[in-house]
């Protein structure tokens, strides 16, 4: 099983730009596709963004097109994702998961057991 760290959030502005870090540890890392989302307070966690394997295919949610980018390296056992332009509503703590996803409205997370994730505040 894959073990997930992230890393790289912070208080910024709106209109401020982070890049969020997922470690893996784990051989396979590099089989999965791999996604990230986030969980503001009182609310469920919602799909932000998922990247194939090859990073050939990703998927994104409505709210963050064409602000956010994820990417990844596998030779680094890393996934990315550059936030530009953040709102206050982009406000939560963010998780990476393994994934399995079809489209950008179904995207599934394989991990029962999510990692401590990485705050991102947004200040208007």
């Known amino acids: 099983q894959v073990q997930l760290v992230e890393s790289g959030g912070g208080l910024v502005q709106a209109g401020g730009s982070l890049r969020l870090s997922c470690a893996a540890s784990g051989r396979t890392f590099s089989r999965y596709t791999m996604g990230w989302f986030r969980q503001a307070p009182g609310k469920e966690r919602e799909f932000v963004a998922a990247i194939s394997w090859s990073g050939g295919s990703r998927f994104y949610s409505d709210s963050v097109k064409g602000r956010f980018t994820i990417s990844r390296d596998n030779a680094k056992s890393t996934t990315y994702l550059q936030m530009n332009n953040l709102k206050p509503e982009d406000t939560a703590v963010y998780y990476c998961?393994?994934?399995?996803?079809?489209?950008?409205?179904?995207?599934?997370?394989?991990?029962?057991?999510w990692g401590q994730g990485t705050q991102v505040t947004v200040s208007s």
């Open positions: 998961n393994a994934v399995r996803a079809y489209s950008d409205y179904d995207v599934t997370a394989l991990n029962e057991n």
